[in-house]
């Protein structure tokens, strides 16, 4: 089982802001960082550390950190952020690598 | 432009070795740590081994400690996993991603991150 624990599915109406959570021990140590992974994709960071984009990452997108926990935040979601979307961090001693088990998205 | 290019995947018996390869380009591969990440069909991103610049840090996931090891070539630019004694459940589309990391004046300071994956190689563990 993951440590990074996440919603396994979340939909969203075209335009409406989405929420995707991410909680773990390890968040209180290290920033979430995000992934989306569209159909026979690779993944692609989205969000990294404190809330910052890639730079062909639309402004849409946003990250915060609460105690232990991570939120990815679509605002005005698209039909193409459908997609899976993945939190990852360290583990709680710093050693190993996490992935949460991913929270399909869904735009209606 | 950041590129990584993964090899050396196919179908194998269970029981048998397979050595990957990923190819790095477009960066100074000697500075940053490397990761092997898996994804069985149908489900989530699995963590399989991380190697830091140096290979001075290098770390497993449970599930393959003992059986895979990974290793880098920072003159050639280029990464491996030498995954022996497969298993049926090894079967994954095997992804090598470059690691940046940071620190934040806000907590929780630090942060990793995953800023460039290849296209992966699929691993088939079937008889």
């Known amino acids: 089982s993951s440590e990074l624990t996440q919603d396994p599915a979340v939909s969203v109406a075209l335009g409406q802001t989405v929420r995707i959570t991410c909680q773990g021990d390890?968040?209180?140590?290290?920033?979430a960082s995000w992934y989306q992974q569209k159909a026979g994709q690779a993944p692609v960071l989205v969000i990294y550390?404190?809330?910052i984009r890639p730079s062909r990452i639309p402004d849409r997108f946003s990250g915060s950190n609460s105690g232990n926990s991570a939120t990815l935040t679509i605002t005005g979601a698209q039909a193409e952020d459908e997609a899976d979307y993945y939190c990852h961090s360290r583990d709680i001693s710093g050693n190993h690598v996490v992935f949460g088990g991913g929270t399909k998205l869904t735009v209606l | 432009e950041v590129q990584l290019v993964e090899s050396g995947g196919g179908l194998v018996q269970p029981g048998r070795s397979l050595r990957l390869s990923c190819a790095a380009s477009?960066?100074?591969?000697?500075?940053?740590?490397m990761n092997w990440v898996r994804q069985a069909p149908g489900k989530g991103l699995e963590w399989v081994s991380h190697?830091?610049?140096?290979?001075?840090?290098?770390a497993y996931a449970d599930s393959v400690k003992g059986r895979f090891s990974i290793s880098r070539d920072n003159g050639n630019n280029s990464l491996s996993l030498q995954m022996n004694s497969l298993r049926v459940e090894d079967t994954a589309l095997y992804y090598c991603?470059?690691?940046?990391?940071?620190?934040?004046?806000?907590?929780?300071?630090?942060?990793?991150?995953?800023?460039?994956w290849g296209k992966g190689t699929m691993v088939t563990v079937s008889s």
């Open positions: 190697i830091d610049w140096n290979s001075g840090s290098i």
């Open positions: 991603a470059k690691e940046s990391a940071g620190y934040s004046s806000s907590w929780p300071y630090y942060y990793y991150y995953m800023d460039a």
């Open positions: 477009g960066f100074t591969f000697g500075d940053y740590a």
């Open positions: 550390g404190k809330d």
């Open positions: 390890s968040l209180k140590n290290y920033y």
